[in-house]
């Protein structure tokens, strides 16, 4: 890593591995000027890394302008300028530590209502952004016809051991298309905008401060999928992330539960920003939000599975597998208590 601080100019105190998320590589770097979150992109994944670093910059260059005051995560530049670097056949980007904490599970609602508050105001704050301007990152990311079309390959052309433990767990997502014709007829729908969308609203990419024993949101951080798309992306990640009592990697189906009270917790922080720019069809669809997130969550586990693992970051055989169930749980809980 010697290289890549060179570049950076830092003079190097220490630094770690950060165990977090599923795609990209991420280390904290103590320097003599302060810590820095320095990142290694994933391009198997993100294959246009250069997008990335366009939006970035394109949305910083824009809150400077017009909303100054806002906490943003920056990129850091490197000796020459630049603000991803590609290097031994790998690509960084850096940002300043921000001060503040980062959950994987929410301890109580009012951090539902704070952390949804957070991603309204993403997207309320750069309604005025050219959002064609933007780069698409990941192409086709959140359209559920693709994710779709993908879980019915994989169960006819991945590891056939694996399709035949899997039986229940695909007759489920079968019978469950509905969600794919109903996600269909939304994004076809007039009163329906594209907007500044963060694409990826799990709770551990906000961060937190306590102010005078009071906690609050204070900034959104992982912006690799911020690209056009819809509210319901955002949304319903919320939902799949914010109202359970235990993350996507609980094995034990039992510990799956609702926290109800967080859904309107949840829903008046994320309207609190955006109220007035949401259609009321769109605000119609606000519970199905979550069904459509969790839904596709729960496909894109199990083909990963059924393909052999050749996405998310896995630590053990079966982990995607017990993801995917874990995520069926989560929806069929989820259309008991909420919707
Ligand atoms: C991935 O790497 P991370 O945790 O930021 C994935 C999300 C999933 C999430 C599930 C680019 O996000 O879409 O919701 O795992 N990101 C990508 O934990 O595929
Ligand atoms: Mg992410």
């Known amino acids: 890593m010697e290289g890549i601080f060179k570049i ?34 994933n391009h198997h994944i993100f294959k246009d890394p250069h997008a990335i670093d366009f939006n970035i910059n394109a949305i910083g260059n824009h809150l400077h302008i017009h909303a100054p005051g806002y906490l943003f995560t920056h990129l850091e530049k490197t000796v020459d300028g630049r603000t991803l670097v590609a290097w031994e056949s790998k690509y960084f980007r850096a940002f300043k530590k921000i001060n503040g904490y980062a959950f994987s599970l929410l301890e109580n609602d009012n951090q539902a209502f704070e952390a949804a508050k957070q991603f309204g105001k993403f997207t309320q704050i750069l309604g ?25 390959e994989a169960i006819i052309n991945g590891n056939s051991k694996r399709i035949l433990t899997s039986k229940d767990a695909i007759s489920y997502l079968q019978a469950n298309h509905w969600i794919v014709n109903k996600y269909e007829q939304y994004i076809k729908h007039p009163d329906v905008k594209l907007r500044v969308t963060h694409h990826d609203t799990k709770i551990s990419n906000v961060l937190f401060k306590n102010e005078e024993g009071l906690e609050k949101a204070i900034c959104v951080i992982d912006l690799d999928t911020v690209m056009p798309g819809y509210f319901i992306s955002d949304i319903g990640d919320m939902c799949r992330t914010y109202l359970c009592k235990v993350t996507e990697e609980e094995k034990d189906l039992n510990l799956v539960q609702i926290e109800t009270e967080r859904w309107g917790q949840l829903k008046n922080g994320y309207l609190s920003q955006m109220q007035n720019s949401l259609s009321n069809f769109e605000l119609d669809h606000f519970i199905f939000g979550g069904q459509f997130m969790i839904y596709m969550q729960a496909l894109r586990f199990l083909t990963d599975y059924l393909n052999n693992d050749i996405y998310y970051i896995t630590k053990y055989d079966s982990q995607n ?14 259309n008991e208590s909420i919707v």
């Open 8 to 41: 950076y100019g830092w003079n190097i105190n220490a630094y770690k591995q950060l165990h977090q998320g599923l795609i990209n590589s991420t280390y904290l770097v103590t320097t003599t000027t302060g810590e820095y979150i320095l990142q290694n992109i």
């Open 128 to 152: 005025d952004l050219d959002m064609r301007s933007l780069k698409i990152t990941l192409p086709d990311f959140h359209n559920l016809s693709l994710r779709y079309h993908q879980f019915s």
């Open 321 to 334: 597998y017990h993801r995917a169930m874990n995520q069926i749980e989560l929806l069929k809980k989820y």
